[in-house]
């Protein structure tokens, strides 16, 4: 074994952390001083921060993704009879909250160029809702591997049908579509703070955007089990969803430097694309939308042969997704858009995705398209 063949982490956490490190020091060490570790000064400083970022009027935080995509759900008084329309190739968590919040999800499929909800399937969708005897409320475009959705062409469709948008935006944080800012682009936008997400913590955590102050205010009360005049004061049903002070502390220190890591993604997918367009299909991003990359995924008929030869260059690789979410198991009762949602069973099968962070130097990717290029030859 040569130096050369050093394991390359998929995502390196290590070095933004040395980069950060003292802030980040510091930042712990106020917390652990004044010990508000539930709902403490960080937390509303964090949520007036990402608000400013994105744009958008409101940002309120909580546990999690998931959390995030739930609390707007609920907010809504989405359940029982209604359906909820989301892609079919997406993370779980975007059809699991649906049925968490006692209504259904309707899978629709995607588009294989960029890999988001297809509008036309979207419409389908929301007829098969209805032969199924649904009230369609929401749909839910996922801007999948740090892409935002067509969100114009989905809300065209959610206008006609009175339904709400709510995006999932765990891969997007930082990305914009027109000049705006994803979190601006729907009537509520869902993220992640996931530790490999690209704006991450160091724990769960998540936030959801949004314009509308009274949805806000219902999410707030969501948030803390429902709370009234204080968490005693029970005047709906809730959750347990606040974020940790310390999470709050770690992505203020984080958040500082996410516009220079957001450049750093882009010069590094550029390199990707430049080194494998010839070969693969590699991920294209539409006009007037940007990418922070959450993963680099390329398509590609002989992926097994690309992922073997890249484990045994010691280059990690993942599959996002192998199975689409319309035939898990416990998904698979529920209507969808078509008999069968071709484009993500496709894509399924030949998806893969390649080691992606802000620190991935040019020696250590020219290692990894050259391993992708032997592979194929
Ligand atoms: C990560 C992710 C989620 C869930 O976020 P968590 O913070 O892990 O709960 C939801 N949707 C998508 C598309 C994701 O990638």
Redesign the pocket.
């Known amino acids: 074994m040569t130096a050369d063949a050093s394991p390359i982490p998929f995502i390196d956490l290590k070095a933004q952390q040395a980069r950060i490190a003292d802030g980040l020091h510091r930042r712990i060490d106020r917390v652990l001083d004044h010990g508000a570790y539930i709902l403490g000064p960080e937390v509303a400083e964090l949520e007036a921060a990402l608000a400013g970022f994105t744009g958008a009027r409101h940002c309120l935080s909580c546990s ?6 739930l609390l707007p759900l609920m907010a809504w008084g989405v359940g029982p009879g209604d359906a909820v329309l989301v892609p079919s190739f ?2 779980v ?2 059809a699991e909250v649906a049925v968490l919040a006692g209504a259904a999800p309707v899978f629709v499929d995607v588009r294989a160029g960029d890999f988001t909800m297809d509008p036309a399937s979207l419409e389908a969708g929301v007829a098969a809702a209805v032969t199924a005897g649904l009230r369609p409320r929401v749909v839910i475009p ?3 591997f740090g892409q935002p959705a067509d969100y114009p062409a989905v809300r065209a469709i959610a206008d006609r049908h009175g339904l709400k948008v709510l995006g ?1 935006a ?2 997007s944080f930082g990305a914009t579509l027109d000049g705006r800012r994803v979190g601006t682009l729907a009537d509520a936008t ?1 993220t ?3 530790p490999a ?1 690209p704006l991450g913590c160091y724990g ?3 936030a959801v955007f949004s314009d509308d102050a009274a949805l806000i205010d219902v999410m707030h009360s969501i948030r803390v089990h429902g709370q009234g005049v204080d968490k005693y004061d029970n005047v709906r049903i809730g959750i347990n969803g606040r974020l940790d002070t310390l999470q709050a502390a770690v992505l203020l220190e984080k958040v500082a430097i996410f516009p220079e890591e957001i450049t750093a993604r882009q010069s590094i997918a550029d390199r990707y694309a430049a080194g494998l367009n010839d070969i693969v299909a590699v991920p294209t991003v539409r006009p007037g939308a940007t990418s922070v990359w ?1 993963q680099y995924t390329i398509v590609s008929d002989h992926r097994d042969r690309i992922a073997a030869g890249l484990r045994a260059a010691a280059v990690p690789t993942a599959i996002y997704y192998a199975k689409p979410l319309h035939r898990q198991p416990p998904y698979r009762r529920f209507p969808r858009a078509a008999d069968t949602l071709a484009v993500s069973d496709h894509l399924s099968g030949r998806v893969l995705s390649l080691p992606m962070h802000p620190y991935l130097d040019s020696p250590a990717q020219d290692r990894i398209v050259g391993a992708v290029r032997a592979a194929l030859a």
């Open positions: 999690s993704g998931t959390d995030a995509l997406t993370f968590a975007t996922v801007d999948l999932d765990a891969q869902a992640s703070f996931f997400k769960d955590g998540g959450a």
